[in-house]
């Protein structure tokens, strides 16, 4: 063998050592990361007998349905104590609904629609970056339309008991549109005009089989995640934490 051969030999062998270095990194850095992310999304999917409950305004979630089942399997780990840290929304829920359920039953709003000012102002306060504000993140046409009055001096939208009767006048009128409450949630978030062109569009009146934008294709799934960890916390991690609060509430009440 010539002392050219032997070089192109050495060479090649280098390159194939490398090679099979490389590529053994590359998998034992790709592996943990894959099984962390699937086990973490595995502890806050629920049974398949407890999904099959699901429901909002009594309209079941058809959760035989993969692309629903993945859904709001994801809301429900968006909204679980592992991704929000924070157990802010237990705190104002306590403070909203003793204000907002009387007045959703006054109007024939469904109860679940109490689940509405948290997703819509979640963990933040203040105007939106499109002019929403308040509970119900009224945008100041709207909230005007409804009977608040919204201008230099006076901002209705921030007072939650006339915010909420101006509310469920729009979702009474947005069911008498659409003749469906997930619908009328649907449209809430995304304004009626949209949500019927839509609808006309894909020729489908059922939002669990619609195609929509992501945030209007998401609404209802968050307030279905927001309905099962207000009332289920410590399924969804907030175990130590809600107690905190609920006891920090009581003494509130007694002192």
């Not at 709001?72 to 991704?83: A, D």
């Amino acid at each position: 063998m010539t002392k050219k051969h032997l070089i192109t030999c050495s060479v090649m062998l280098v390159v194939i050592i490398i090679s099979a270095f490389d590529l053994s990194n590359a998998t034992v850095v790709k592996r943990p990361s894959v099984a962390h992310n699937a086990t973490r999304f595995a502890l806050i999917e629920p049974p398949e007998e407890e999904a099959a409950g699901f429901s909002f305004a009594e309209e079941v979630l058809p959760v035989n349905s993969k692309r629903v089942s993945r859904k709001i399997n994801y809301s429900l780990w968006m909204h679980s104590y592992t991704k929000v840290q924070s157990n802010i929304l237990h705190i104002k829920a306590e403070k909203l609904f003793p204000v907002i359920v009387p007045i959703l039953e006054k109007y024939g709003i469904p109860e679940d629609f109490k689940y509405l000012p948290l997703v819509e102002s979640g963990l933040k306060e203040g105007t939106s970056r499109k002019g929403a504000r308040g509970s119900w993140q009224f945008m100041p046409g709207t909230a005007r339309s409804y009977g608040l009055k919204v201008n230099k001096k006076k901002d209705e939208r921030l007072n939650l008991r006339k915010s909420t009767i101006a509310a469920c006048k729009y979702l009474n009128d947005l069911y008498d549109e659409f003749g469906s409450w997930t619908l009328a949630a649907a449209a809430y978030n995304n304004g009626s005009i949209k949500l019927e062109k839509a609808m006309h569009r894909q020729n489908e009146d059922n939002y669990f089989r619609m195609r929509l934008n992501r945030e209007t294709g998401m609404y209802v799934y968050k307030l279905v995640a927001m309905k099962e960890v207000i009332e289920n916390p410590e399924k969804y991690g907030y175990k130590e934490f809600y107690a905190q609060v609920y006891n920090q509430t009581n003494l509130m009440a007694f002192n």
